[in-house]
């Protein structure tokens, strides 16, 4: 019983961007990357900087809390 009900939420979480995010600018990080691939191609150079791209957020949060997302860890691991 929990295949059916997990295979008809992962298909809905796969479509419900297509019908809401149908403008570019407002596109995720997935649905902008499948916009570089067509039927028969796709453009990895593209792909590779969009991707590139859309780390520099993430590495620079990690990068200005690093500390503190560390120390909660080693503080946690020692209980």
């Given at each position: 019983?929990?295949?059916?009900?997990?295979?008809?939420?992962?298909?809905?979480?796969?479509?419900?961007?297509?019908?809401?995010?149908?403008?570019?600018?407002?596109?995720?990080?997935?649905?902008?990357?499948?916009?570089f691939a067509s039927q028969y191609?796709?453009?990895?150079?593209?792909?590779?900087?969009?991707?590139?791209?859309?780390?520099?957020?993430?590495?620079?949060?990690?990068?200005?809390?690093?500390?503190?997302?560390?120390?909660?860890?080693?503080?946690?691991?020692?209980?």
């Open positions: 019983m929990g295949t059916p009900i997990n295979r008809s939420v992962d298909a809905g979480s796969n479509l419900l961007p297509l019908f809401i995010l149908n403008r570019e600018e407002t596109f995720t990080l997935p649905l902008g990357v499948q916009a191609s796709v453009d990895t150079a593209k792909v590779l900087a969009f991707t590139s791209l859309s780390m520099l957020p993430a590495l620079l949060f990690f990068s200005l809390f690093q500390r503190r997302i560390v120390g909660g860890l080693t503080g946690a691991v020692k209980g």
